[in-house]
C-alpha cells in the first residue's frame, strides 16, 4: 500500500519518546487508582468500576490526540513533509500514514487499563472485548482530532489545543467526572451533542452487557470520527497545494 512506509517511519517515531508515551498511560492509570479509592470509603454509583473504567478509557485517549497532533505538526514544521509532497501520495494517503500506527496504540492503552480494572473488581467476561471494540470508533475520533489541530497549527500549539482544551473537555462533558444529570440544562444538552458522552455511555452498554443501548450512542461517535477524518484530510490536502503553490 502506498502509506506502509511512511505509516512505518510514524511508528518508529512515536517509539522514540517513551517517556511521552508512558505518561499517556501512566496518567489515566493514576487516576483509575485515585477515583477507585475514593469508591472504597465513599461508595458513589458513578465511581463503580464497570461505570468508571468506561470513562477513564475514553478520557486515556485524549492523549492520542496529542501525539498525533504533535507528530504531524512537527513535520510539518521541517523539510520532511515538503519533500514528501512531491511523492505521489495524496492527502488521504498522509492522514492514513498517520493514523494507522496510532490505532494499535490507542486500543493496547484501553486494554490496559481493562486489564488493571480486573485486579480493581472489574468482573473477567468476554463483554470486555466488546467494549475495546467499541472504543475503536471513539480512538479514530481522537486520532483525528489530532491530526486536524496538526494540520492547522504548529506543534506548541497543538501541546496547548489536545494537551489542554482537549482534555479538559472530554474530561468535563463526557460524563465521567460526575453525572450530567445532575448539572441538566444547556450544559447537558451541549454535552450531548458532542461526541465524549456518547463514546462512554456506548462502552459502558457493552461493558455491562445492555447491547441494545449501544448503538444509540455509537452512532454519533462514528459520524463525528468520519467527519473529523474528512476535515482533516480536506484541511491537509490544502496545506499539500498552498506549499507547492
Known sequence: MKFSA?????TKEILRDPLTLFFGIGFPLVL?????AIQANIPVDLFEISNLVPGIAVFG?????????????KDRTTSFLMRLFASPHTASDFILGYALPLLPMAVAQSAICFTVSFFL???VNLNVLLALVVLIP????????????GSIFNDKQVGGICGALLTN???WLSGTWFDLNLIGGAFKTIAYLLPFVHAVESTRAALNGNYSDIFPH???VIAYAAAILAIAVIVFGQKMKNQKA
Do not use: E, K, M
Open 6 to 10: 511512511f505509516a512505518s517511519r510514524n
Open 32 to 36: 483509575l487508582f485515585l477515583l477507585s
Open 61 to 73: 485517549l485524549s492523549f492520542i490526540s496529542l501525539f498525533s497532533g504533535t507528530l504531524i505538526a
Open 121 to 123: 473488581g472489574l468482573p
Open 138 to 149: 471513539a480512538a479514530v475520533l481522537f486520532i483525528g482530532l489530532g491530526l486536524l489541530a
Open 169 to 171: 473537555l472530554s474530561a
Open 218 to 220: 455509537l452512532i454519533w
